[in-house]
């Protein structure tokens, strides 16, 4: 007799822009787009999810999702039963390998209800047993609760070329320089350079994935130059604009 099972996949599509809501599910969720870009903000993070990526999000945690471009998702359900081994209690990067993209896909068109020994439950254990944790942290951008620092940061984020230094936002948010400063360390654990060029980053990558020049972006982001803007890429992406954006290509259709 057919039932319920721990594990199943639901796919949504988006258009460019749309937003969902603060929500929580009751199961853990591996979110994962087969095509398009998503910015989840989970916690005190917003991670930026290209195709090549997914991301664990626990049970009952607080998140929500706007898409960057035309975002068609999966989502993996995993209620606690399912036993996936060592399931982090933490949003963590998943690694979408060429065989865990093809059994997330596969399984989409599985029911929910299905026999224990069936065909659809093997495909459903394969699929868990294929996630790998992934310790990629560069698409993961801290964010704070600070009312100070919050409005320096939704004001990068909405527009990164934004060109002002600390020493005008210390006017405009009536804390001193330096303060702002020791607060990027200690709330943010970066600073205020190195937290708008990932800021930066996040908004180019979209853009890569949807096959933008790489001159044009880096002059929409108030870089001078193509290679200056490359140099900052490299540094925190491990990988350059151009190779970064054919990697991402690879994963769609390979």
Known sequence: MNAEQSVWVVNREYPNGYTVGPHTHSQGQLTYAIAGVMELSVGEHVWLIPPARGLWIPSEM???????GAVSLRSVYVESCAGLAASPLAPQA????????????????????????????????????????????????????????????????????????????????GASQRTLARLFHARLGVSYLYWRQQAAVMAALPRLCAGEAVTLIAGDLGYETPGAFSAMFRRIMRTSPSQYRNSVAGAQTG
Do not use: F, Q
């Open 94 to 173: 998943v690694l979408i390998s060429p065989l865990l993209r093809e059994l997330i896909v596969r399984a989409n068109g599985l029911p929910k209800r299905y026999a224990k020994d069936s065909k659809e439950a093997r495909i459903m254990s394969l699929l868990m047993e294929e996630i790998t944790w992934s310790d990629e942290t560069a698409l993961r951008l801290p964010t704070t609760r600070d009312p100070r620092l919050r409005r320096i940061c939704s004001a990068i984020l909405d527009n990164p070329a934004d060109p002002r230094g600390l020493a005008e936002w210390a006017g405009i948010v």
């Open 62 to 68: 607080e998140h929500r999702m706007r898409a960057r």
